[in-house]
């Protein structure tokens, strides 16, 4: 495992719910990105949030991590969740919800 | 550069050939659009290796050429 892939396997080891995105939560810069910021503040879930414009190399190292192609990304106990629109239908029906019980994340 | 409806149907196409494709374009710009893909070849997957695969259909254009699509995925009963 290259050292950044080690870097982002420790991230999202060592926080329950890490969201890696274009801005941070207090500036989003990209409306997808905003959007997941306000889906896990209205779940009321803690998370870290890990800028990838501020570094180039987890900006391509997250979507090799995964083999997915785009940011934002949420990882849940280290596991893979999904980008924007798996986090906006998973909302949407409540199993992102479900997922954070299931795992749990205190919220 | 930009992709157009038609190209991203047809990379879809190619790789999941029975695949019923709905695309629209959000912002008129060739980079934003939303698309849903209903095919067989994603039953058992989950929806993020549902999406990889429509992703992998796109041959490294996810992403870079093509800046954001909002992605629906469903299984197509036959």
Redesign the interface.
């Given at each position: 495992m290259t050292d950044i892939h080690t870097q982002i396997d420790t991230t999202v080891k060592s926080n329950d719910v890490v969201l890696f995105m274009k801005g941070n939560v207090d500036m989003p810069q990209c409306g997808f990105s905003g959007r997941s910021v306000q889906i896990l503040q209205h779940l009321g879930v803690p998370f870290k949030d890990v800028n990838v414009l501020a570094d180039d190399a987890i900006r391509q190292g997250i979507k090799d991590y995964t083999n997915w192609p785009t940011v934002p990304q949420l990882y849940v106990k280290g596991e893979f969740v999904g980008g924007a629109d798996i986090m906006m239908e998973m909302f949407q029906s409540g199993e992102l919800k479900q997922l954070m019980a299931d795992k749990g994340v205190v919220v | 550069m930009a992709m157009t409806a038609p190209e991203i149907e047809t990379f879809i196409k190619t790789a999941l050939p029975d695949a019923v494709i709905e695309i629209k374009d959000l912002a008129g710009d060739g980079n934003h659009y939303s698309a849903t893909v209903a095919s067989a070849a994603f039953k058992g997957k989950s929806?993020?290796q549902q999406?990889?695969m429509v992703?992998a259909a796109l041959k490294?254009n996810?992403?870079?050429v093509l800046h954001?699509l909002?992605?629906?995925t469903t299984i197509l009963e036959n």
């Open positions: - | 929806r993020v999406h990889q992703y490294g996810m992403g870079g954001a909002a992605l629906t």
